[in-house]
C-alpha cells in the first residue's frame, strides 16, 4: 500500500470568495492533519474501531468541536463559512471520522435551549473534548418517521420515569450522556415530544452494539430503557418542544455533511489521478484509455458542480434564509456524487480498488451511510419536493427524517 498520507496531496481549493479568515483557518487545518497523521489514524479506526480520543482532545484545544457554539457557552462561534472549510479539509485530509468530530456537538445544540445549568455541566465540557453526547432519537419502529416514537417519559415527582427502546444509535459504547428524545404524551404527536439529558450510567439502561459496514469507530447500538429514572432539571427547554429543537438544527447539519462527502470523495479522485497516470498496461497509462478517463473528468465536474450548489446553500443559510430544501437536496446530491465518484475510484485502481490496499474502499462504506443517517436520500427527496413543489402535507407530523 502507498502511504496515504495527505502530504502528497494538493490542497483541497478553496469555496468561491473565500474570506482571509477562511484560507487562513484551512492552513491551519491541513497542518492538523499532517501533524496528527490523520490519513493514518482513519485507517487505523477501521481496522480496531474504537473512539479517537487524543484526536479528539487535540481538535477540542483548538475550538474546533462544534465550532459554531456561542462564545456565551464556551465556544469559538466561528461562522458557518468557517466551519464548512474546516470540515472540507479534516474530511479531504482523514476521512469522514475527524469531520465528523467535529460537527456532532452541532447535533447537540438542542441543549442551548436548557437551563443555564445545564448548559454549564453539559454543553460546554461536550466543546471542550471532557465528555461525549450522544442523540437519541430513531426507535425500531420509528426512523424517518421520527414524530411517531413511542418512548415514555412520565413525570413523577421530581423525576421523569423514561420507558422504551432508542435503535441505530452512534456512539452507544463511548457517549457519557446522550440526548434522549420521548413522548410525554403520545396523543400530542410532535408536539408531545420532550428532549432530555440522560447520562448514560442511570440505572436502568442496557446497551447492545450493532457491527456495521462502515463508520466503525462510531460503535453504534441499540440502547433498552426500561423505568430509567431522569431528574427533571434534565429536561432539555420545555415539554413538547423537542421535535422543534431537533428540526432547528437539521438543515446546516445536512449542508454541511453533503460537503463533508464531496470532499471525501476529492482525495479519492486525486489519488486516482496519481493512480492512471503511473499505471501501465497495454504499453499506456491507463489514463489514456477513455474508459478510464472519462469517468474520472465527469466526476470531477459533478464533486465541483455539488460543491458550488453546497457552497451557494450555504451563503443563503449563513444570510438567515430557511434553505431546508436546498439543505436537503445537498446532502442528497453530495452524497450519491461522493458514492458514485468512490466506486469508479475503486475501478480504476483494478484489483487492488477492491481491498484495504487504498482507502477508497473504506470512504465508500463510510459515505454510504449517508444514504441513510441524518435523513434517508428517499426523505430528502421527499422534503425537497414538498417545498419546492409547494404539495400539500396529507398528515399533520410532516416527513422530515431523523438524525
Ligand atoms: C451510521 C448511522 C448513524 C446513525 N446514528 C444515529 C444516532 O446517533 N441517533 C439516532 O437517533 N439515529 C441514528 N441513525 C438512524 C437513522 O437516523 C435512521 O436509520 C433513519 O432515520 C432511517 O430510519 P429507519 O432506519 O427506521 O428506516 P425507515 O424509516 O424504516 O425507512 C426504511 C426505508 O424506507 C424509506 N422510506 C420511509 N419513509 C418513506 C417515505 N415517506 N417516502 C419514501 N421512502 C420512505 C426510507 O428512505 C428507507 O429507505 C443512524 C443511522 C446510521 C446508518
Known amino acids: 500500500m502507498t502511504d496515504p498520507d495527505p502530504h502528497s496531496l494538493p490542497p483541497y481549493p478553496l469555496s468561491p470568495g473565500a474570506a482571509a479568515a477562511e484560507t487562513e483557518l484551512r492552513e491551519e487545518v491541513r497542518r492538523f492533519v499532517r501533524e496528527h497523521g490523520l490519513a493514518r489514524r482513519y485507517v487505523e479506526l477501521d481496522v480496531q474501531p474504537s473512539f479517537p480520543k487524543a484526536e479528539w482532545k487535540a481538535l477540542a484545544q483548538l475550538g474546533w468541536l462544534g465550532p459554531r457554539a456561542p462564545r456565551s457557552a464556551g465556544g469559538k462561534g466561528l461562522s458557518l463559512a468557517q466551519e464548512a472549510a474546516l470540515m472540507e479539509e479534516l474530511a479531504y485530509g482523514g476521512g469522514s471520522v475527524f469531520a465528523k468530530l467535529v460537527l456532532q456537538p452541532e447535533f447537540c445544540s438542542p441543549l442551548l435551549h436548557g437551563s443555564p445549568d445545564l448548559v454549564g455541566r453539559w454543553y460546554t465540557p461536550m466543546l471542550r473534548g471532557e465528555l461525549l453526547v450522544g442523540n437519541q432519537i430513531t426507535e425500531p419502529n420509528a426512523g424517518s418517521d421520527a414524530a411517531a416514537l413511542s418512548t415514555r417519559a412520565e413525570l413523577q415527582g421530581e423525576e421523569y420515569v423514561l420507558t422504551g427502546t432508542k435503535s441505530e444509535i452512534a456512539f452507544a459504547a463511548d457517549a457519557q450522556a446522550a440526548i434522549v428524545y420521548a413522548t410525554v404524551d403520545p396523543s400530542r404527536g410532535s408536539h408531545g415530544i420532550t428532549a432530555f439529558l440522560v447520562p448514560q450510567d442511570l440505572r436502568g439502561i442496557r446497551t447492545e452494539l450493532v457491527d456495521d459496514l462502515g463508520e466503525r469507530w462510531m460503535r453504534r447500538g441499540t440502547v433498552h430503557y426500561d423505568q430509567v429514572r431522569v431528574p427533571r432539571s434534565l429536561r432539555i427547554g420545555e415539554e413538547g418542544r423537542g421535535f422543534q429543537y431537533l428540526m432547528e438544527e437539521l438543515t446546516p447539519e445536512r449542508c454541511l455533511l453533503g460537503l463533508l462527502y464531496l470532499a471525501v470523495a476529492r482525495a479519492s479522485w486525486e489519488e486516482s489521478r496519481t493512480y492512471v497516470r503511473d499505471r501501465i498496461a497495454f504499453g499506456r497509462p491507463i489514463g489514456s484509455f477513455q474508459g478510464v478517463s472519462f469517468p474520472l473528468v465527469e466526476d470531477l465536474a459533478r464533486i465541483e458542480g455539488a460543491r458550488l450548489f453546497g457552497w451557494s446553500v450555504l451563503a443563503q443559510l449563513a444570510g438567515g434564509e430557511r434553505m431546508d430544501a ?65 404539495l400539500p402535507s396529507g398528515k399533520k407530523d410532516r416527513p422530515h427524517g431523523s438524525s
Do not use: C, F
Open 326 to 390: 436546498g439543505s436537503a437536496l445537498v446532502k442528497w446530491l453530495g452524497n450519491e456524487t461522493a458514492l458514485t465518484a468512490l466506486d469508479h475510484a475503486m475501478q480504476v485502481h483494478g484489483g487492488s480498488g477492491y481491498s484495504r490496499r487504498w482507502p477508497h474502499e473504506q470512504r465508500w462504506r463510510d459515505v454510504r451511510s449517508g444514504t441513510t443517517a441524518h435523513g434517508t436520500s428517499e426523505i430528502l427527496r421527499v422534503v425537497a419536493a414538498r417545498e419546492l413543489l409547494q
